[in-house]
């Protein structure tokens, strides 16, 4: 009987020990749960870098001198130009004063070279030009500052040295309508890249916004698993506090009663 007692109370301690190495595991669990939903939760979105602007490219001259000795190479007789209008149009003051000087630097290169000027009326040579500039204005991402800058570019072609003795040697044909269909064509193609560019950085913030909205939803949907767990951990720890104490109020029992039987 004693032996059998014995035998049962070492098992009963290896199992108690058993017990309170999982209350400490489950108590170890809370604090590890606890803490990682805290940290998820707290989690909040990232701003992304802000788009960028499109990095500025310039119309170059030497770009241009390649072009127009080429173009004399090919002996392209059907120069493109802007599109005018008919001469029977209303007059508009619209970009006069641009057209108006891009008029000027033309006649003030014709002089230069020494080319035969065609004669007639200057002011309608003038409003033709005003209203070319006006029609090719109108076109998708050009509007004034086009206007402005085909201007200056053209008017420095044509008081470019470089350039008046390419015209003198005969190297190169036309140039004052070459050159602005070149500046037209490179700004057209330096808007549209511009454009491209800043449309795909708008798209990559957007996408990033987007990525960082789901890490945080799945950030937060984790920390509710772990206080789900922490939970569960935590109702372990109490029932075998509960075993715990149940069996050491059996224990005691048996202890009173052992006391008993011996006092009789």
Known sequence: ???????????????????????????????????TAGYQYSQSPKDPAPAQKAPEKVISLDDLKAYLIEAEKRKN????APKQR?????????????????FRCSGKFAEDVGADVEKGDDAQKLENLRAGIEGAAESPFRGEPWVKAAVDFTCNVLADNSIIALKKEKKIGSVFLP???????????IQTD???????????????????????????????????AAG?????????????????VESDLRDINDAIRQAR
């Open 1 to 35: 009987m004693a032996s059998t007692k014995v035998v049962e109370e070492f098992f009963l301690r290896i199992f108690k020990v058993t017990v309170l190495l999982f209350m400490g595991l489950a108590l170890i669990a809370i604090v590890f749960f606890v803490a």
């Open 179 to 189: 050159t602005l269909n070149f500046h037209t064509s490179a700004w057209d193609k």
């Open 232 to 248: 569960s951990a935590f109702g372990l720890f109490m029932l075998l506090a509960l075993y715990l104490l149940g069996a050491k």
């Open 86 to 102: 008919p001469g029977d149009h209303k007059a508009s003051l619209q970009f006069q004063e641009n057209a108006t000087k891009l």
């Open 194 to 228: 511009k454009r491209q560019f800043e449309q795909s950085e708008q798209q990559r913030v957007a996408a990033e916004r987007a990525s960082e909205a789901m890490r945080v939803g799945l950030a937060k949907a984790s920390a509710i698993t772990h206080l789900i």
């Open 77 to 80: 007789s059907k120069e493109e």
